[in-house]
């Protein structure tokens, strides 16, 4: 088995894909940063998923999906059917009416859990 140094290595790859010049290009990386920096932490390596999203510029989530995460986090159940629309579209009306449901849901039981 050959050892390459790390100047072997990194010639073999290029720094970024061949072309980012277009449109399609360039949202086909963001989403593949996402579901790196995804990844990353779901394997339980917060600091390496930050430091892709520093590197990048790219976060693993939308301001919106941020926001709505937020909400959710810290009980502004007000605020959440509000930032649910800003998600933008739903494929079809029972989707979004699925979520408002799950949302609710789960406002209801933790207010059963304060009751208890």
């Known amino acids: 088995m050959m050892v390459m140094n790390r100047t072997e290595k990194e010639s073999q790859w290029p720094a970024r894909p ?6 399609e290009s360039e ?3 963001v989403e593949v940063v996402r ?8 394997f339980g390596l917060p600091q390496s998923a930050e430091s892709l999203e520093n590197e990048s510029g790219i976060s693993a989530l939308s301001t919106s999906v941020k926001v709505f995460r937020e ?3 810290a009980g502004k159940w007000d605020e959440l059917e509000t930032v ?5 579209k739903f494929r079809s009306e029972d989707d979004y009416k699925n979520a408002r449901f799950v949302l609710y849901r789960q406002y209801y039981l933790e207010l059963l859990t304060l009751f208890e």
């Open 18 to 23: 061949a072309d980012l010049s277009n449109e």
């Open 71 to 73: 909400c959710i986090l």
């Open 27 to 29: 949202l086909d990386r």
């Open 35 to 42: 579901l790196i920096a995804q990844c990353l932490e779901d």
């Open 84 to 88: 649910l629309e800003s998600l933008g």
